[in-house]
């Protein structure tokens, strides 16, 4: 069976040249082959690969892969200027300098290990335009390796069959790759329309032209399908440039352009795309990059950047992220995705460790999946609170903790309910021993996160669980959901006060015993309406959709995944 095998995230950049077969002397056959490309470097920074960058073959392999570096083109049958150019270095992980012949290497392939390691490398005062040559041929294993090496040296003075190739790679300094310029045209589009964006290139060098997109300043990352915005046609206005769509991970595509001067250069080339918008878009900002890529290796690429906003009266849905700790101190972070078949994505991270010297933890409010929201907080083993912000950034959502105070051991439960007195900022629920329920109420202090505590009441030691739930009933403050010793559920709505910061109490339903974790992350389905996560002791998730009925919250359960990550039977903590 042929295998293609594209190595180092760069097959989509390659030129044209796929190597192939063997020496003049071996049998035409297409496999196997090696992709390989013209490399452009800027001086002063890291190599760039002139290995292969994929192969293609047809059954197992075994063979020898011939590099012949110079300081002209290949044509010279005496080899006079072989070797690097002045300021420009090799680095040959796993190849053999060819004994007795300068700027030669081979270096041994097989279908298990058929990507040796070549580098070249300008040092900072490399001159301008300076081009280092080389040839490239597969030989076979038994072929006529001292063959192979003569077809290397004089590559040029060979058709390009699929046995051998030339290629070079150009040094050219960051004063000259500035001459060419990039801008973007980017207007708004409004849903259930088009709108033409444009890309104006003056180009000096050739190079590829690759437009994408990103959320803009502000908004969250969408996910799969959920953007309804996307590029459907492109068209250019040059010859000398060519052009694709291009798909995109999570994201609406982009516009790829090949672009070449030649000899007549420089030019200057219109790139017109056109962008389309679902008649259901929501109101994104969405961001603009294209950059112009001369280099392969190198960090001053010339690029610019925009914005364009989706002109819609439906606002983006927050999403909301799931925080878990399992038994062994491990902090997961679970992505809302904000669909209610799948509310979390299919891949968990790991974003904390050391978590198992707490003994009770709990958000403060839902964090969204930009890590926003009213942070955490958690009291180790010697009564000690400790506060953690949320960052802004998912990948790693929580700061280092900030020391509250000690004391907090006088209490079996500790919760953060939102923003239940109504001033904006998160607050927290504490029951001490006796059965008294307290409201701290947060403040914008990082080191003394909570005011003074006031007394809600007595009797709740009749409860063995507290979940901050959010707005179940769609007046717009945080209620509360609290399960009793018999498995009841029950809710109490928000009063916004924060003298009596709940009314009275309303029965949800029974049967709640058989579950040992329950979160309410927020909003996870996309409907505007607080929903709820329950773990039940066989590692089943479960979720409950809110309804915005204050009688009736939640609608039937769906059995749902908390994606890949930690086993759910090793969770004790779902915040």
């Known amino acids: 069976m042929r295998k293609t095998i594209a190595l180092g995230g760069t097959a989509a950049l390659l030129v044209a040249g796929l190597v192939s077969g063997g020496s003049a002397s071996a049998a035409d056959s297409w496999y196997p082959g090696f992709e390989i490309r013209d490399r452009v470097i800027q001086p002063g920074t890291w190599p760039a690969e002139v290995s292969p960058t994929g192969v293609s073959y047809d059954g197992p392999f075994s063979g020898t892969l011939v590099y012949a570096f110079s300081k002209a083109p290949l044509t010279d049958a005496a080899w006079t200027r072989g070797g690097l150019p002045a300021g420009m270095t090799l680095q040959a992980d796993g190849c053999e300098a060819r004994p007795g012949v300068t700027g030669v290497y081979t270096c041994a392939v097989t279908d298990e290990n058929y990507y040796p390691y070549l580098g070249v490398e300008a040092s900072a005062a490399t001159a301008d335009n300076t081009t280092l040559h080389y040839g490239f041929v597969y030989v076979p294993e038994g ?85 309804q915005v996307g590029v459907s046609s492109v068209r250019q206005d040059s010859g000398t440039t060519e052009c694709d769509l291009t798909s995109g991970y999570l994201s609406p595509g982009g516009v790829s352009c090949e672009i070449d001067p030649g000899t007549e250069g420089p030019v200057d080339v219109t790139v017109t795309y056109t962008v389309k918008a679902s008649p259901t878009a929501a109101a994104w900002r ?39 700790r399992d038994k062994g101190g491990l902090l997961y972070w679970h992505h809302g995705t904000g669909k209610a078949s799948a509310p979390f994505r299919e891949w968990s991270e790991t974003v904390g460790r050391g978590w198992g010297v707490y003994n009770a933890v709990t958000k403060l409010a839902p964090i969204t999946t930009e890590a926003a929201g009213g942070g955490v907080v958690a009291r180790d083993t010697s009564g000690v609170l400790w506060s953690y912000r949320t960052t802004g950034s998912s990948y790693e959502p929580l700061t280092a903790r900030v020391r509250v105070g000690g004391g907090w051991g006088i209490y079996n439960q500790l919760t953060g309910v939102g923003d239940v007195s109504g001033d904006g900022r998160p607050d927290m629920i504490a029951r001490d021993t006796s059965g008294v329920l307290w409201l701290y109420k947060g403040t914008t202090s990082t080191t003394a996160p909570f005011a003074t505590r006031v007394r809600i009441g007595g009797g709740w030691g009749i409860y063995n669980q507290f979940t901050g739930a959010g707005d179940l009933n769609g007046d717009g403050r945080a209620d509360l959901i609290a399960r009793d010793t018999s498995g009841v559920l029950w809710l109490y709505p928000a009063t916004g006060k924060a003298d009596v910061p709940y009314g009275t109490r309303v029965r949800v339903g029974s049967g709640w015993q058989g579950y040992s974790l329950v979160s309410s992350p927020g909003d996870l389905t996309d409907d505007g309406r607080a929903d709820l996560v329950a773990r039940d002791g066989s590692g089943n998730v479960y979720l409950y959709k809110g309804t915005g009925s204050g009688t009736a919250p939640y609608a039937a359960r769906v059995k749902i995944s908390l994606g890949e990550g930690p086993a759910v039977t090793s969770l004790n903590a779902l915040l």
């Open 286 to 324: 969405i961001g603009t990059y294209a950059i112009f890529e001369v280099y392969d290796s190198g960090v001053d690429n010339p690029e610019a950047r925009s914005e364009f906003a989706v002109q819609s009266s439906r606002p983006v849905p927050t999403h909301h992220a799931m925080v878990s």
């Open 143 to 227: 072929g006529d390796l001292a063959a192979a090496v003569k077809e290397a040296q004089t590559v040029d003075l060979y058709v390009e069959d699929h046995q051998r190739a030339a290629r070079t790679v150009t040094v050219k300094t960051a004063e000259h790759v500035t001459q060419n310029t990039v801008q973007l045209s980017t207007p708004p589009v409004a849903p259930g329309t088009t709108v033409t964006h444009t890309a104006k290139v003056h180009a000096v060098d050739k190079g590829r032209l690759d437009i994408g997109f990103e959320p803009g300043e502000g908004m969250r990352h969408w996910e799969e399908g959920e953007l």
